[in-house]
DNA sequence: CAAGATTGAGGCTTCAATCTTC
DNA sequence: GAAGATTGAAGCCTCAATCTTG
C-alpha cells in the first residue's frame, strides 16, 4: 500500500498553474463582455481559420486546435455563423466533410476582441514574469502537452 | 496606434499553460470515469470539507476556495447531498448561512478517487518536471495569483 | 441596504444515436 | 466498418430575480 503523497511544491505547482490561468480566463471574459465582445472561445476558433491562407478549416480540425471548449464544435460554429461570422462550405474531396470559412464581419470582430485579449492577459499574466521565465514556462509545459499524446 | 505583439516565447507561455492544464485535466476526469468514479470537481469540494476539524464549511466559502467550477455551489452541493457525501447544517451564529457537511460516505469516496487522481496527475503532469522546476513552477504561479486579487 | 443562499430560465456541454460518405 | 458531421436528450453552468437575515 502506497502512500499517494505529495510534497508542497507539486501541489503548489499543480494548484497554482489551475488557479492561475483561471483567473487570467475570467479577467479575460469579463474584460470581453465588459465591452460588449463575444467569449474567448470564439477569438479561438476565429484565429485558428484566419491562420489559413483560404481563412477556412475542417470542422474536425477546429476541435483538435482550440485552446479552450473541445466541445461540440457543429453547434458553436451554428453560433457563429447566425452571427455572420463564419459560413460553411461544401468540401469537394471528401462530401463527408464541411469547412468554416470567417468573413469580413469576422475578421473585423476579432479586430475589436483582440486589444482587449491582449492587454488583460498581459497585465493578469505574462507582466508578472520575466523574459527568462517566459522562454522556461513556455519549454516546460510544451514538454508537458507533447507528453500527453 | 499600439501593435499589441507577444513574443513567440510569450504565446508558448500562454497556450502551453493552457493545453497542459487541460490535457492533465481531460486525463483525470477519464480516469476517474473509467472506474465508475464522479467527477474531480466533487473532490474538490469534499477535500475543502475534509480540511476542517469539523469536516464543514459554509457555503460561500466553498465558492472562494475551489479549484474548479466556481459556478453554482448550492446546485453542486444538492448533487453531492443527494448521492449522501455530504448533508446541510444549519449556522447557529448567521442563520442566513449553511455549512455543507462531509459524511463517512463523502470520506469513503475521497479515499476511492485520490489513488485516481494522484496517479494520473503524476503520469500527465508532475512527473514531467523536475524538483527545481516544480519548486519555481510553484513560487511564479503563486506570483501570478496572488497579484490577481 | 448588504450578504448568504435558493430558484427559474436560458444557454452551453456532453453523450449517445444517426446519417452520409469513405 | 470507420470517419465527419449533425441531432435530441439530459445535465451543468450562468445570470438575474427573490427570499431571508444581518
Known amino acids: 500500500m502506497t502512500a ?12 497554482g498553474t489551475i488557479r492561475a490561468v483561471r483567473a487570467a480566463l475570467e479577467n479575460v471574459e469579463a474584460a470581453l463582455k465588459a465591452r460588449g465582445l463575444p467569449p474567448l472561445a470564439w477569438y479561438d476558433v476565429l484565429i485558428e481559420l484566419r491562420r489559413e491562407p483560404a481563412g477556412r478549416r475542417r470542422l474536425s480540425d477546429i476541435g483538435e486546435r482550440v485552446l479552450l471548449s473541445r466541445s461540440n464544435v457543429t453547434r458553436l460554429i451554428d453560433r457563429l455563423e447566425t452571427q455572420g461570422l463564419v459560413t460553411r462550405e461544401a468540401c469537394a474531396d471528401d462530401a463527408r466533410g464541411a469547412f468554416a470559412v470567417i468573413t469580413p464581419k469576422g475578421r473585423s470582430l476579432m479586430r475589436r476582441m483582440w486589444p482587449v485579449y491582449h492587454d488583460t492577459l498581459r497585465a493578469c499574466f505574462l507582466d508578472h514574469l520575466d523574459e527568462r521565465e517566459t522562454a522556461r514556462l513556455a519549454e516546460l509545459m510544451r514538454r508537458i502537452v507533447a507528453a500527453n499524446r
Open 4 to 15: 499517494k503523497k505529495l510534497t508542497d511544491a507539486e501541489i503548489g505547482a499543480w494548484a
